[in-house]
């Protein structure tokens, strides 16, 4: 764990210096962001979605640091930049452990850094990502927890608790997050894997509602983990402080999720992908988090299996893997939904650049992340099952390029017009938490597919 | 005309300095204001919709909004002493829902309205529901726009429709729904007359509705 600042963060937020919204997105954030892609030499190349340039990837990240170092983050609460010196950030990698210990019991695991083509098997969090009615929550947690590549899962999000609608900062938020995190509990010991790696509680908006889950007997245990998100672009605010400082006091894993917009305030991919490496430092050094869950998505699909995200993707892993050694899943944003093909590809070509680059997984959210049940396991097994091969097997860079091309000559002019697919409860038998047949022989069909362009699946 | 031509390129590109100082002398030489603003109005609405095909990003749609608000504000005085006033094209109250700190997307549809010609005020995040219904109260809204990133901040979505009901002026308001969880069944869930899928759907669905009221 790098050194509890936790004090010296309270305090910059406080103090730091002063600067009004406006004028930090458009005198300090975006024209450092200009003159960092210049300095740097950034260029996205749309014929390598998986690049093999390490001198870029250190590029990458030293525009990132610079870009980090310079524009610090807003608290938009006190109006205040929270700043990092230098050293303080030299400080915080060269204590980056690498390595942690998550899970309880049997089912602890360890999660390890990876290298760019490196052997070692992908951290793999499964999760849906999605809302889901609230009689699909225990069959939709058990689908993901029984699936074997899981290393750790996170839930759907309720939307409802008891009937009535969750609002966040409510009694009901208090009700839902409560039902959340005793029903996935449950559902991790119905499935045989008692002491799995769960981050929770995603229905928890509100500080409070984080808070109301910590309980080591029924709710999120300090062997869980938390996701803390950050506001756009490279904002925070004193809601966010508060459950820092409750997760650092509490005891679980902290994981800063981040997900910079390409499009938006950032720019095109070389933007984003400096953003993304960015936002990595900043969960290092003012979350003091132990990992990173990293989504970056297209302003217009809110997804990143296209061509130029799965470029961005790779080069943020790439440069990380390259300079540090700092845990972090790739979240799959997918634009078909659950029971098509198309999403089978997608998912394995954000797992395959991911993987091949240096990331671990969280997969996946289909269906542009946007309607409820619009999500089953297959699709992060997809991502897992080819991640796990290609590690296995040693795949290069250019390997994956070849490769990821072919997956993306099958999908990606239909990114606009995704098909949505079916929801859970078609696409599985929610009674036996089982795949159906047929969307089990797409998975099949597929898998052999991808088989074909070269991935070595070992079973 | 070379010289509002210059103009809006400038706008465009986001050069503030060099617009103000293009429009500065485009009056000088006596290009009349409504000119002028017909032909900024045309460049910007080419801007949203280089926008929405993807051709540019949100930071040169911003530098160019940035520009055009302060070419207006060079030739407000002009504006002023114009015999045929411009006309907003309708009021916009919009703001991010209670408990929702997210605000790209509230900020590229204001931009967008902006842009063209609408009249917007922007409540921020975090906006308790019955500040839309004050806010729209007092400024004679047309319109209400509210935002929603999370699920479980949804809710505030549907409060100023109760609450805009419970003071007995919903039928004043076009109230307009978007975010990224918000579906075209959750609008009809709760009322409201219009989905904004997209920025670029929610400023058509606007700009029309404010065509058909002035009907």
Known sequence: MPPYKMWEIMERANTGPFCEDDDFLYKIFMPKMKDVIEKYGIKYDPDTPVPADDDLADRVWQAAVEFFLEVGVLNVDTHRRIMVDESELKEALYHAPGRYLVGAGKDTRLWEQRGVEGAKPPFCIFSPDITCDEEMFLPMSIAYIQEP?????????????????????????????????????QAAKLAGRPGLFLVAVGTAQSDTGQIAV??????????????????????????????????????????????????????????TAILEVAYHLVGLTIYQAN?????????????????????????????????????????????????????????????????????????????????????????????CEVGHAVARQGMTRAQANEIVNQLLAKYEDHI????????????????????????????????DEIAAMGVEFPY | MAMLEKLVEAVQEGEEREAVATAGKAIQEGIPVDEIIEALTAGMREIGDRFAR?????????????????????????????????????????????GDMHEIGKDIVITLLQVQGFDVHDLGADVNALDFVRKAEEVHADIIGASALM??????????????????????????????????????????????ENAGVAVEILERVMAERRM
Not at chain 1, 164 to 183: C, D, N, R, W, Y
Not at chain 1, 426 to 447: G, I
Request: hydrophobic share 40%.
């Open chain 1, 214 to 271: 910590s309980n080591d007997e029924w709710g999120v245990r300090h062997t869980d983990g938390r996701l803390i998100g950050i506001l756009t672009e490279l904002k925070i605010d004193n809601e966010l402080l508060n459950k820092i400082a409750h997760c650092m006091q509490f005891g679980c894993s902290i994981g800063c999720l981040s997900g910079a917009i390409y499009g938006g305030y950032a720019g095109r991919a070389e933007g």
């Open chain 2, 54 to 98: 993807m051709e540019i990003f949100l930071p040169e749609m911003m530098l160019a909004a940035q520009a055009m608000q302060a070419v207006m504000r060079e030739l407000e005085p002009e504006i002023q002493k114009s015999a045929t006033p411009t006309e907003k094209k309708g009021t916009v109250v919009i703001g991010t829902v209670e």
């Open chain 1, 149 to 185: 590549l899981a290393d750790g899962v996170c839930a759907p999000i309720l939307e409802e608790s008891m009937g009535l609608k969750i609002k966040s900062g409510t009694p009901t938020e208090m009700a839902g997050v409560v039902e959340h995190a005793m029903t996935l509990r």
């Open chain 1, 291 to 383: 990992f990173q869950n990293s989504f970056p998505f297209h302003l217009h699909f809110t997804s990143n299996s296209g061509r130029e995200m799965l470029w961005l993707v790779s080069m943020k892993y790439q440069a990380l893997s390259r300079n540090s050694r700092l845990l972090s899943t790739s979240n799959g944003f997918l634009n078909a939904g659950p029971g098509t093909e198309m999403v089978l590809y997608e998912a394995a070509a954000h797992g395959l650049a991911s993987v091949v680059s240096g990331g671990h997984l969280w997969e996946a959210a289909p269906t542009h992340n946007k309607y409820r049940n619009y999500a089953t396991p297959l699709e992060a097994r997809m991502a």
């Open chain 2, 151 to 196: 699920s479980t901040t949804m809710p505030g979505q549907r409060e100023i429709i109760e609450f805009l009901k419970e003071k007995g002026v919903r039928e004043k308001y076009h109230v307009i729904l978007g975010g990224a969880p918000v579906t075209r069944e959750w609008v009809k869930e709760c009322g409201a007359d219009s989905w904004g």
């Open chain 1, 416 to 447: 606009a017009d995704a098909p949505k697919g079916k929801p859970f409860q078609e696409c599985y038998d929610v009674r036996t938490a089982r795949p159906s047949p047929w969307y089990l022989d797409m998975y099949k069909k597929v898998k």
